[in-house]
């Protein structure tokens, strides 16, 4: 079985204090508990080195939240691949919905950015989703395929097993609605048979996180589905107790 991820993505949160208190509190939890799952903190790219203080040696992960398509050069306020490495990051957030909706990111820029990421040695987590116009549309499947596409044409087979996937629901992150588990993994099925018919080893590796407003309270029910094998977690990765709670759903699933 493939591991279960849990992943938070802080978005444009923290300060030195909160975050101190944040992290401790998650790795003072993380061994509790009875199973193994893989936990993460995407974190704004100011903190990554407190990030690299607080967390080496221990449980939990961290990775940044976007990286430049460039290796160097003059491109103020971007950040290279190489950079990330540097603070010990081991994943990175490509083509989240709020940089392609704020950002006019597009599947091609997406795609760039996952192979920058893979041949500085990071993961991607390549986010995928539609709008609530596209679902009530009934494009759902051709959306995300197409994302997910644009990335998979720039990789070969190997690097095709090195990437995570992340569905998320556009019309579902911060709106209070949640795709009931029965739709997430219609998606996520989906999202495997797409990476199965690039490869069998891409399909039985590649580990698709949930990203629509997973919770403690929903958090097992969604990972007891056959294809969702994580969450990209937003508002719950910022409050430990309830960060710990869907790590131990995970645990519990795996």
């Keep these: ?7 938070g993505n802080w978005k444009m949160n923290g300060s030195r204090a909160n975050n101190a208190s944040l992290l401790a509190g998650i790795v003072d939890g993380l061994g509790k508990g009875k199973g193994k799952a893989q936990a993460a903190v995407c974190v704004p790219a100011p903190y990554l080195q407190q990030c690299a203080d607080t967390l080496a040696g221990s449980e939990l992960a961290w990775g940044a939240q976007d990286v430049s398509v460039h290796a160097s050069g003059a491109y103020t306020g971007e950040v290279a691949a ?19 909706a704020y950002h006019g990111e597009t599947d091609q820029q997406v795609a760039q950015k996952a192979l920058a990421a893979l041949n500085a040695g990071l993961t991607p987590i390549v986010c995928v989703g539609e709008t609530l116009d596209q679902r009530e549309a009934g494009q759902t499947n051709v959306v995300v395929n197409k994302q997910l ?22 019309w579902a992150i911060g709106t209070g609605k949640t795709a009931t588990p029965a739709m997430a993994q219609e998606v996520h099925a989906e999202l495997r048979s797409q990476l199965r018919a690039r490869s069998l080893e891409a399909g039985e590796k590649v580990a698709i996180l949930y990203g629509g407003s997973m919770k403690p ?30 790590i131990d759903a995970a645990k519990a699933a795996a």
Excluded at 1 to 7: A, D, E, G, I
Excluded at 149 to 170: C, F, M, N
Excluded at 228 to 244: M, P, R, S, T, V
């Design 149 to 170: 596409s644009a990335v998979l044409e720039l990789l070969d087979g190997d690097a095709a097993t090195r990437i995570v996937v992340a569905y998320e629901p556009v």
């Design 1 to 7: 079985m493939r591991p279960k991820l849990v992943v």
């Design 217 to 246: 309270d929903n958090a097992a029910e969604l990972m007891a589905q056959a294809d969702i094998d994580g969450g990209l977690i937003g508002g719950a990765a910022l409050k430990a107790a309830d960060f710990l709670a869907i």
């Design 82 to 100: 190489s950079m990330l490495t540097d603070f010990g990051c081991r994943y990175v957030i490509v083509g989240h919905s709020e940089r392609r």
